[in-house]
C-alpha cells in the first residue's frame, strides 16, 4: 500500500521552530522528487521544499529559504522538515509529497502523485 503519513504540525509563536516528519510507505525512484507543499485558507497549494529522493539535490521557495531545512533518513524512508524562527505567514496544512512517476515539475502540486494527509501549522505573533 502506497502512503505518506505526516506528524509534528502544532501551534508555536513567532520565532519558534517545529520539526515535521512524513513516514514514506511507497516506493519511490532514485532521483525522483519528494518533498513539502503547503495550503494556506483560500490560497493555492504551494511548493516549500523539495529534494531528490536519496540524493543531496535540493530546492526551497524563496520565503523559507534560511529558516527551514529539508532532509531524509534513508535508512528508516522518512522525510524531515525542520522549520526555524517562524512566521505568522507560515501559518498553513503542510503536505508530504512524493512522485510515483518522475516529473520536471518539481515546484508544482501537478508534479506529485503521492500525498500525505496533512499536518497543520499554526504561527501567532
Known amino acids: 500500500q502506497v502512503s505518506l503519513v505526516e506528524s509534528g504540525g502544532g501551534s508555536v509563536q513567532a520565532g519558534g521552530s517545529l520539526k515535521l516528519s512524513c513516514e514514506i510507505y511507497?516506493?519511490?525512484?532514485?532521483?525522483?522528487?519528494i518533498g513539502w507543499f503547503r495550503q494556506a485558507p483560500g490560497k493555492e497549494r504551494e511548493y516549500v521544499a523539495v529534494?531528490?529522493?536519496?540524493?543531496?539535490?535540493?530546492n526551497y521557495r524563496y520565503a523559507v529559504k534560511d529558516r527551514f531545512i529539508i532532509s531524509q533518513d534513508t535508512g528508516r524512508n522518512i522525510l524531515y522538515l525542520q522549520m526555524n524562527n517562524l512566521k505568522p505567514e507560515d501559518t498553513a496544512m503542510y503536505y508530504c509529497?512524493?512522485?510515483?512517476?518522475?516529473?520536471?515539475?518539481?515546484?508544482?502540486?501537478?508534479?506529485?502523485?503521492?500525498w500525505g494527509q496533512g499536518t497543520q501549522v499554526s504561527v501567532s505573533s
Open positions: 529534494k531528490a529522493h536519496g540524493g543531496t539535490f535540493t
Open positions: 511507497a516506493n519511490i525512484g532514485g532521483g525522483y522528487w
Open positions: 509529497a512524493a512522485q510515483g512517476i518522475f516529473s520536471t515539475m518539481w515546484d508544482r502540486p501537478e508534479g506529485f502523485d503521492i
